[in-house]
């Protein structure tokens, strides 16, 4: 790849905090594990030095987490910044979820995404959005039952912390959101990566999705 590998993190009024913020410090800290010496001969390390994580809302206004934690876009919809990897956040998503524009942006940045992730009831937007359609998904524990009410076609898995469909993935909640963001940096790069993030981390990384 001759460009910086985008990573973009959907924001939004209500959005569950650690949903958005996990993934954030995952992707991150790898990009600067990557960048250290040690990790000179591993896998992926060129791509994942250059990695660039942005948080991207419908307007560069704050947003307004869920419990109050104001977040700063850093990118809006009006920017043309090619996304490979696309991360959309839970939290209460209701109006996100009925969003023309959040949904013209989320059906656009997935359809260009190499990869597309959710966290916990973050696949519900990706379902409004018809990103997902019959794919097999999971969200958080509370919101399964509702999942499959509204979203029939929808293959939903419970007890797991993360699934894979493809070029889809979708976790449970925050800390499955972690979890599968760790499994990304694996599946991108390389585990040495992966865990060399977690550990930077003082995480205990669960790195498999049941």
């Known amino acids: 790849m001759t460009r910086p590998f985008g990573i973009a993190i959907l924001a939004f009024d209500d959005v569950e905090a650690l949903d958005l913020a996990g993934p954030y410090e995952v992707f991150t800290t790898a990009a600067r594990m990557a960048a250290r010496p040690e990790a000179a001969d591993w896998p992926g390390q060129p791509v994942a030095a250059g990695w660039q994580v942005a948080c991207v809302a419908r307007t560069r206004a704050p947003v307004c987490a869920r419990a109050g934690l104001q977040v700063l876009p850093t990118r809006d919809f009006s920017d043309e910044t090619p996304v490979d990897l696309l991360i959309v956040p839970g939290g209460v998503v209701d109006a996100a979820a009925r969003c023309p524009?959040?949904?013209?942006?989320?059906?656009?940045?997935?359809?260009r995404a190499t990869l597309t992730?959710?966290?916990?009831?973050?696949?519900?937007?990706?379902?409004?959005?018809?990103?997902?359609?019959?794919?097999?998904v999971t969200t958080h524990w509370e919101d399964l039952a509702d999942l499959r009410r509204q979203w029939p076609?929808?293959?939903?898995?419970?007890?797991?912390?993360?699934?894979?469909?493809?070029r889809v993935f979708s976790s449970a909640g925050i800390s499955a959101g972690i979890d599968l963001s760790l499994h990304l940096v694996a599946r991108l790069?390389?585990?040495?990566?992966?865990?060399?993030?977690?550990?930077?981390?003082?995480?205990?990384?669960?790195?498999?999705?049941d």
């Open 101 to 111: 524009d959040t949904l013209a942006w989320v059906r656009r940045a997935g359809a």
């Open 117 to 136: 992730a959710s966290v916990c009831t973050g696949v519900f937007v990706l379902a409004a959005a018809g990103v997902v359609t019959n794919h097999r």
């Open 153 to 166: 076609l929808l293959d939903v898995v419970d007890g797991v912390r993360w699934v894979e469909d493809g």
């Open 189 to 209: 790069t390389c585990p040495e990566l992966a865990e060399r993030t977690a550990r930077q981390m003082d995480y205990r990384w669960m790195s498999r999705p």
